[in-house]
């Protein structure tokens, strides 16, 4: 079946810490990509969205994300997170008209 | 996020009631979503709708009816809950119409967290 797949669940890092959480598809074709971010009791935000040109997308807070075809996968980086990035990100394909999710990343950091 | 306005924040059901969510958005927005929210199962789409008077199902249709009779609500029906229906329920919406707003993202609800006994 085709899925979308954050194979890291939950991620335990020191404040100031490199960050990638990896996400891979298996649609072919055409597709959108997305990383979305909850924080402890909110709703999802957008972090970054990819559609077509440069590969490498900037998103907010120092997000950023590369997109590599040849291996379906659309990982998230931040070179150095901070104690306000604990929050669950999730990755997202989007195939016409439906936007499918990853299981989701726990980040927790720790001062 | 006064855009999408999701009714009612909390709900508890005993087996075998009904319900219904409602999903209002002042956005004028095409496309309606209606999401589940699992610890370890991340958001999946329960149903879906691209303009008035249409739907359609997602990856978890099952138990759960919809209707968009307005543009600017998207109703979630659970016709016989079910302990395994216990939830946190999005709502999203996103613009179409235009070849641009394919590119849009989701704007997201604050969800209606739902408990089956």
């Known amino acids: 079946a085709q899925s979308v797949s954050q194979h890291n669940h939950h991620v335990i890092l020191s404040e100031a810490a490199s960050l990638e959480l990896g996400c891979n598809y298996s649609?072919?074709?055409?597709?959108?990509l997305f990383w979305y971010v909850q924080y402890p009791g909110q709703h999802l935000q957008l972090l970054l969205k990819?559609?077509?040109?440069?590969?490498l997308v900037k998103g907010i807070k120092g997000f950023e994300a590369e997109f590599i075809k040849s291996k379906f996968s659309f990982n998230l980086r931040k070179p150095s997170v901070q104690w306000s990035d604990t929050a669950e990100y999730f990755c997202?394909?989007?195939?016409?008209?439906?936007?499918?999710f990853g299981t989701g990343t726990r980040l927790q950091v720790f001062p | 996020n006064a855009g999408v306005t999701q009714t009612p924040k909390f709900r508890v059901l005993k087996t075998g009631q009904s319900m219904t969510l409602l999903c209002a958005q002042d956005?004028?927005?095409?496309?309606m979503y209606w999401y589940r929210q699992d610890p370890g199962m991340g958001l999946r789409l329960i149903h879906y709708?691209?303009?008035?008077?249409?739907?359609a199902k997602g990856e978890v249709p099952d138990g759960y009816n919809v209707s968009r009779l307005k543009k600017q609500n998207f109703l979630l029906g659970l016709e016989s809950a079910a302990p395994s229906q216990t939830s946190v329920y999005f709502c999203?919406?996103?613009?179409?119409?235009?070849?641009?707003?394919?590119?849009?993202?989701?704007?997201f609800g604050n969800g209606t967290r739902l408990t089956v006994t």
């Open positions: 997202a394909v989007r195939k016409t008209d439906k936007l499918i």
């Open positions: 956005m004028n927005h095409e496309y």
């Open positions: 709708s691209v303009g008035e008077g249409t739907t």
């Open positions: 999203a919406i996103r613009p179409g119409g235009l070849p641009t707003s394919y590119n849009s993202p989701l704007h």
């Open positions: 990819y559609f077509s040109g440069d590969p």
């Open positions: 649609y072919g074709g055409t597709v959108n």
